[in-house]
């Protein structure tokens, strides 16, 4: 399968959308603004050590002075053995031992600065590729612990054989990722080779710059599009931006030399989105509704436990008979369904709702194509394998990031995420009841109302005989006020 990678650049945000016979499969975004510190290395200046709470401020550059606790200190052996955390049956060495005031320490960023607390570091160094983590303080060579165990030996010996012992190898560990559970060896190889070259140039920087110094950056998205993307199917790279271009293409040549010849400038009058109509398919994938071209379509509900995906057959009619409607609908479904979980990039547990079938080569058919086209997908996905009891496919995507209506959208402040809000009527309800319940505990000269315009006009017509009556029965009087800023829901009750 063919694709092209479309990149448009702004100095507020990134996007990048993976084409694939013009059609979008999956939408990158990255904000400026929103962008973390997790990751980033420091050459940090140690500004206090408190040995009560057996932690050190250091000095990273930042308007806050980071956070260091003994537990996140990387100790040497004392037998000369490689660097390791000290394990939780062994005494801890206070931290007073390790670090002084004025020392020079490489860090790295585990947590991010939230409110007046700042940053939390670990002197332990990870530096995360495409398939591996490579741990340049350490030897050991692992396996991700959600790789399933019957393959993580062979895995652990594939990934030994590559990194070779110190003397030929270069030294430091590795741990395989889990999206790298099925990569090749020459894969692995080039990932080896990029983070090793990564770790040569934070060592370098460390000796000429001087303390409170970024030494290295976790990759922003148009590097990771090079990293993660690009592939053998890849056929281009257009990037809307002159500086950006030159600044990828200096990162390709230098890092992956595959992907490098790939890269274009895009130099058209028209928005590199418009191409293929992305922003139109972005507005589509934040809706409920998703259209199929036989005329059936999708209804995507995504909450936080898990997401749902119900299948309908809409308008469509064109087959010869019901059974046929039905089939020709559900496999078109398996292939949209598939793509939507690519792009809004849906993770966690997921449940689709096809349409019954009665014929049991019509349900294998289907599922044969939903597993086709989920295998497509470079975020790891598990199915149960068929259809359930009652008819549905349960199957889990893994969470690599945020989704795109969590990342684009915010709660709606009428109805607070419900999607949906109480009728005029049954609020014109609810505030009688609270004028009820408010005259039995106070005495007010009179109430009045302040609520949405269509609630008070539902006071003023349908419902001005029960306003009446209640006026009636709590012999108090109770006026109307109008407020456009409000919802359909909130209303306030004055007592005057």
Same mark, same amino acid.
């Given at each position: 399968?063919?694709?092209?990678?479309?990149?448009?650049?702004?100095?507020?945000?990134?996007?990048?959308?993976?084409?694939?016979?013009?059609?979008?499969?999956?939408?990158?975004?990255?904000?400026?603004?929103?962008?973390?510190?997790?990751?980033?290395?420091?050459?940090?200046?140690?500004?206090?050590?408190?040995?009560?709470?057996?932690?050190?401020?250091?000095?990273?550059?930042?308007?806050?002075?980071?956070?260091?606790?003994?537990?996140?200190?990387?100790?040497?052996?004392?037998?000369?053995?490689?660097?390791?955390?000290?394990?939780?049956?062994?005494?801890?060495?206070?931290? /007073?031992?390790?670090?002084?005031?004025?020392?020079?320490?490489?860090?790295?960023?585990?947590?991010?600065?939230?409110?007046?607390?700042?940053?939390?570091?670990?002197?332990?160094?990870?530096?995360?590729?495409?398939?591996?983590?490579?741990?340049?303080?350490?030897?050991?060579?692992?396996?991700?612990?959600?790789?399933?165990?019957? /393959?993580?030996?062979?895995?652990?010996?594939?990934?030994?054989?590559?990194?070779?012992?110190?003397?030929?190898?270069?030294?430091?560990?590795?741990?395989?990722?889990?999206?790298?559970?099925?990569?090749?060896?020459?894969?692995?190889?080039?990932?080896?080779?990029?983070?090793?070259?990564?770790?040569?140039?934070?060592?370098?920087?460390?000796?000429?710059?001087?303390?409170?110094?970024?030494?290295?950056?976790?990759?922003?998205?148009?590097?990771?599009?090079?990293?993660?993307?690009?592939?053998?199917?890849?056929?281009?790279?257009?990037?809307?931006?002159?500086?950006?271009?030159?600044?990828?293409?200096?990162?390709?040549?230098?890092?992956?030399?595959?992907?490098?010849?790939?890269?274009?400038?895009?130099?058209?009058?028209?928005?590199?989105?418009?191409?293929?109509?992305?922003?139109?398919?972005?507005?589509?994938?934040?809706?409920?509704?998703?259209?199929?071209?036989?005329?059936?379509?999708?209804?995507?509900?995504?909450?936080?436990?898990?997401?749902?995906?119900?299948?309908?057959?809409?308008?469509?009619?064109?087959?010869?008979?019901?059974?046929?409607?039905?089939?020709?609908?559900?496999?078109?479904?398996?292939?949209?369904?598939?793509?939507?979980?690519?792009?809004?990039?849906?993770?966690?547990?997921?449940?689709?709702?096809?349409?019954?079938?009665?014929?049991?080569?019509?349900?294998?058919?289907?599922?044969?194509?939903?597993?086709?086209?989920?295998?497509?997908?470079?975020?790891?996905?598990?199915?149960?394998?068929?259809?359930?009891?009652?008819?549905?496919?349960?199957?889990?995507?893994?969470?690599?990031?945020?989704?795109?209506?969590?990342?684009?959208?915010?709660?709606?402040?009428?109805?607070?995420?419900?999607?949906?809000?109480?009728?005029?009527?049954?609020?014109?309800?609810?505030?009688?009841?609270?004028?009820?319940?408010?005259?039995?505990?106070?005495?007010?000269? /009179?109430?009045?109302?302040?609520?949405?315009?269509?609630?008070?006009?539902?006071?003023?017509?349908?419902?001005?005989?029960?306003?009446?009556?209640?006026?009636?029965?709590?012999?108090?009087?109770?006026?109307?006020?109008?407020?456009?800023?409000?919802?359909? /829901?909130?209303?306030?009750?004055?007592?005057?």
């Amino acid at each position: 399968m063919q694709q092209d990678i479309l990149i448009n650049w702004s100095p507020q945000e990134t996007r990048v959308a993976v084409v694939e016979h013009g059609a979008v499969q999956e939408l990158h975004v990255e904000r400026t603004l929103e962008r973390g510190l997790v990751g980033n290395v420091y050459l940090g200046k140690v500004s206090r050590v408190l040995p009560g709470m057996q932690s050190a401020f250091i000095d990273i550059g930042l308007e806050r002075a980071a956070f260091l606790h003994v537990a996140d200190v990387w100790q040497r052996q004392p037998d000369g053995e490689p660097p390791a955390f000290a394990r939780k049956n062994e005494p801890q060495v206070p931290i /007073e031992k390790q670090v002084f005031e004025g020392q020079s320490l490489m860090v790295q960023v585990i947590k991010d600065p939230i409110g007046t607390k700042g940053a939390r570091l670990s002197t332990q160094i990870s530096v995360a590729g495409r398939l591996l983590v490579f741990l340049p303080q350490d030897d050991h060579v692992g396996v991700s612990q959600k790789i399933p165990p019957a /393959e993580r030996d062979a895995l652990r010996a594939r990934l030994q054989a590559l990194v070779g012992d110190k003397t030929t190898g270069g030294g430091g560990g590795f741990i395989l990722r889990t999206n790298g559970e099925d990569s090749t060896d020459a894969e692995l190889a080039e990932d080896i080779a990029y983070l090793r070259k990564t770790w040569t140039r934070i060592k370098e920087a460390s000796l000429k710059l001087p303390a409170g110094s970024l030494l290295h950056q976790d990759l922003d998205l148009l590097q990771r599009v090079l990293r993660d993307l690009v592939g053998e199917q890849t056929q281009t790279i257009r990037l809307d931006s002159m500086e950006q271009f030159q600044r990828l293409r200096a990162f390709g040549q230098e890092f992956m030399p595959a992907a490098y010849g790939k890269l274009q400038h895009y130099k058209g009058e028209r928005p590199i989105f418009d191409l293929y109509s992305i922003d139109e398919e972005v507005a589509k994938a934040l809706g409920r509704r998703v259209d199929l071209k036989s005329g059936g379509y999708l209804i995507v509900d995504q909450t936080e436990a898990l997401t749902t995906v119900d299948v309908n057959t809409g308008g469509y009619v064109g087959a010869r008979n019901f059974d046929d409607t039905i089939f020709k609908t559900n496999l078109e479904a398996a292939q949209a369904i598939a793509r939507q979980l690519r792009l809004r990039n849906l993770g966690g547990i997921i449940i689709v709702d096809f349409i019954d079938m009665v014929r049991d080569d019509h349900q294998q058919a289907v599922m044969s194509e939903f597993k086709k086209q989920l295998a497509r997908d470079r975020v790891k996905t598990m199915s149960s394998g068929g259809f359930s009891q009652l008819g549905l496919v349960e199957m889990t995507r893994k969470r690599t990031r945020e989704s795109l209506a969590h990342m684009l959208c915010e709660p709606c402040e009428a109805c607070q995420g419900k999607g949906s809000v109480k009728t005029a009527r049954s609020v014109c309800y609810d505030i009688l009841r609270e004028i009820l319940r408010e005259a039995r505990q106070f005495n007010p000269r /009179e109430f009045r109302v302040v609520a949405s315009p269509r609630v008070v006009e539902l006071f003023l017509d349908e419902e001005s005989q029960h306003l009446a009556g209640l006026s009636d029965f709590i012999k108090k009087p109770i006026s109307l006020q109008s407020e456009s800023a409000m919802g359909q /829901e909130q209303y306030d009750i004055v007592l005057l």
